[in-house]
């Protein structure tokens, strides 16, 4: 079992950034996949990125791709998201996800353990 945790999330102006974290535990997640999805009020949770268990692979939905990085430290068993350039339609609870194997899906069928979110709040 793989239990995930995320944090870093809060209220930010237009334009300003956060760092969203998801910490590991219960396992080594260092040969895991790993994504963030997002989930709006009244929308269905969407893929926002993901990286393969080395690192050496990124993927971003395209409402995100140039304002935000995904990244991981294996040591620390710990997955990031850098927001920067932050818009309204940001907003929403951020959750991270984890799978076994060197598959890096962006969909959420393709992983099996969720954390439970963090609320990121954009104003403008």
């Known amino acids: 079992q793989v239990q995930l945790v995320e944090s870093g999330g809060g209220l930010v102006q237009a334009g300003g950034s956060l760092r969203l974290s998801c910490a590991a535990s219960g396992r080594t997640t260092s040969t895991y996949a790993m994504a963030w999805f997002r989930q709006a009020p009244g929308k269905e949770r969407e893929f926002v990125a993901a990286?393969?268990?080395?690192?050496?692979?990124?993927y971003y939905a395209d409402s995100v791709k140039g304002r935000f990085t995904i990244s991981r430290d294996n040591a620390k068993n710990t997955v990031y998201l850098q927001m920067s350039s932050l818009k309204p339609e940001d907003t929403a609870v951020y959750c991270c996800?984890?799978?076994?194997?060197?598959?890096?899906?962006?969909?959420?069928?393709?992983?099996?353990?969720w954390g439970q979110g963090t609320q990121v709040s954009v104003s403008s």
């Open positions: 996800a984890a799978r076994a194997g060197v598959l890096t899906p962006t969909i959420e069928l393709g992983y099996k353990y």
């Open positions: 990286i393969s268990w080395s690192g050496d692979r990124t």
